[in-house]
């Protein structure tokens, strides 16, 4: 059973397997798909949306040598960021691609074999579902979703469809980062008792606007929002910025913050969703019209054990040589990866035991086109299934966080009793935020709502004494006409 009632599964079983659907005003039939046959000496035809951030890696990854692949459209939302992907495109294959300013435009074009999507969160899912069901592979920039039941949904698309997805949670595909977390599923250190992720990144303030700022003139932005609620633009940067309202992403948990989940999560070996999830944190060290808390700590309960989450924003030393990275904690020592390719496992006194290392963004777009050639999915080493799991990590520590209740670092919290290493992992926190001349009885947060979920039903069961009902309606959100993932253009 999914998450969704049986008249919601009806419906899109059959939207997927009808012969034909409705996109952007033209009808697309299963005829109509790619006839491609993804061999080595096929040339795939590829669409990159959205360059002005990752999406040039993308640019580069697909026309690397060896790859096979010809760029043949760029699409960003505003036409005044394309300067470098149209000339870098230029410059690798000698043709330049054609300008798409409206995404929906691509998923009529049927020479097109795969699309890219390195959009801002919020059209991640609805570009990636609606890319598979008009016959196109995905490789979609992490975080997969915007919210849960949006990555329920990608799972299905793919499944439905049979068309591939990719999520660019990059290590998963490095040779150390393999290496570590095969040494882990050995056992070499033992039963892994406890995953802990880190985002240790500084974020400087974003600054406050006096008032809502006008989108640029090349910019077509409803077309920027799409999904989303269009709102006036109420801070400095529209095109980073976004990262720090609710509406658009998901905070640096779920920026930077998914790569180390989603490793936290593999090494540990948890399939699918938490058992339970509880947040605490707060936006400290400024007052900028960032929403999202740049400070946070998360525990998340798997039948295979915890999984514990820590964000810092502000100045701050790493824990065990990670930074941005991951530690496990093992029944005979602990496995340390400070990077997206390798790490180190030590003994319980620290003695250096085995080293991996080796690896780059590259190996996981190579991974992604070696499975679209071969047309089988159990190649790929992010699916949308796996991709899903891990963002809805992100999403379910923000929704306690934003059910919580306001105290500050000062007050007795108790949400972390039961389990030693996030008592003392959130002991650290508080010392963490004092060292940046923050008072701790005026460091007022959020102590979040203890969630309880049924990893099967992907639903909410209890919500800590906190509103049941407006806590699973936030694994999903209310999409704009025209741009609903479930209805299509």
Known sequence: MSVFSRREF????????????????????????????????????????????????HVGGFLDK?????????????????GPAMKKVKDLQGAEPKFVQDFRKLLEDNSIDIITIATPNHWHATMAVWAMRA?????????ATHNVKEGRLMAEAMAGTKKLCQVGTQSRSNPGMRQAIQFLHDGKLGKVQMAYGTCYKPRKSIGKVEKPTEPPKSLNYDLWCGPAAVLPVTRKSL??????????????????????ADKARWGLGAKGLPKSAVAVGGRWGYIDDGETPNTQLCLFEYAEGPLMFETRGLDTKDILGAKVGNIWFCENGYVVCPSYSGGVAYTPDGKEVAKFGGGGDQHHFRNFIDAVRAGDAAKLNCPAEEGHASAAICHLGNISYRLGQKASLADAITCFDGNEKAKDAFGRMKEHVA?????????????????????KTEAITDAGGADKAKANALLFREYRKGFDIQKGA
């Not at 016959?135 to 975080?143: I, R, S, T």
């Not at 309202?245 to 998914?258: A, I, P």
């Not at 701790?440 to 969630?451: D, Q, Y």
Request: charged fraction near 20%.
């Open 135 to 143: 016959g196109k592979h995905v490789y979609c920039e992490k975080p």
């Open 435 to 455: 060292s940046n001349k923050v008072e701790l009885k005026e460091a007022i947060g959020m102590v979040g709502a203890k969630l309880t979920l049924d990893p």
């Open 10 to 57: 009806l419906h899109r079983t059959a939207v997927l397997s009808a012969a034909s659907a409705t996109l952007g005003g033209t009808v697309l039939r299963a005829a109509d798909s790619p006839a491609k046959s993804g061999s080595a000496n096929d040339r795939l035809k590829v669409a990159v949306v959205g360059v002005k951030g990752r999406g040039m890696s």
């Open 239 to 260: 095109h980073y910025d976004w990262h720090w309202t609710w509406e658009y992403g998901n905070g640096d948990f779920g920026n930077q913050g998914v790569h180390e």
């Open 66 to 82: 060896g790859m096979n692949c010809e760029i043949v459209a760029v699409c960003d939302a505003d036409e005044a960021v394309i």
